[in-house]
């Protein structure tokens, strides 16, 4: 699942790409040296959206939030104790990851996750996991296991998505770094 690509965080794709390559006019002429540095960029840069895609991953791992899925999130609310989770509180959220954008369902995650007691945590990877391991068909793992650890990934990733978001990969903030670290 891959978000699609926001056009105003371009800018500082295109800014980096004419710092370490030049003016776009001068690479009419693209050798294997600036096609290797653009990819080296473009990879940095795509972080974000690797975490986006990610997560809504998790999700669509997670049983489709339709009339066969309703025992799934009911079961899910009751033993995590939270409705931060519910297909109709994360909704918008999800849509907004698809276009690119996924901080506002990487809080609503981490929201959910900090709101769990460590035995509603348990319980809620229990119930995931059993709708897991049915679902990919992976009767050798122990269902609270998995559960725990496709928690554990979803938290850990919406976090990436709220780093990546940081906003300060701006040049004086990139200039102070260096300065700090060429410092040490």
């Known amino acids: 699942m891959l978000p699609e690509v926001r056009p105003h965080l371009s800018t500082p794709l295109t800014d980096q790409l004419e710092h370490q390559l ?4 001068e690479t ?11 990819a080296v960029v ?18 669509a791992a997670l049983p489709a ?7 799934f999130w009911s079961d899910l609310w009751r033993s995590s104790g939270t409705a931060y989770l519910l297909p109709a509180t994360i ?11 996924g901080t506002t369902l990487a809080r609503q995650i981490l929201s959910a996750v900090d709101e769990m007691t460590p035995p509603q945590r348990l319980a809620a990877g229990e ?11 992976l009767p050798d793992l122990k269902t609270q296991v ?6 554990r990934d979803l938290e850990l990733t919406a976090w990436h998505v709220l780093h990546a978001d940081r906003r300060s990969d701006d040049p004086v903030g990139r200039n102070a770094f260096l300065k700090a670290w060429s410092s040490v």
């Open 22 to 25: 030049g003016p776009a006019s």
């Open 28 to 38: 009419s002429h693209l050798d294997v040296e600036r096609v290797a540095g653009i």
């Open 42 to 59: 473009a990879a940095a840069h795509s972080g974000g959206y690797a975490a986006i895609g990610h997560l809504l991953g998790l999700l």
């Open 65 to 71: 939030p339709t009339e066969a899925g309703e025992r």
């Open 91 to 101: 909704k918008a959220g999800v849509l907004e990851s698809l276009t690119g954008e």
């Open 127 to 137: 119930v995931i996991g059993q709708a897991l391991i049915e679902s990919d068909h």
């Open 146 to 151: 998995i559960g725990e650890l496709w928690i």
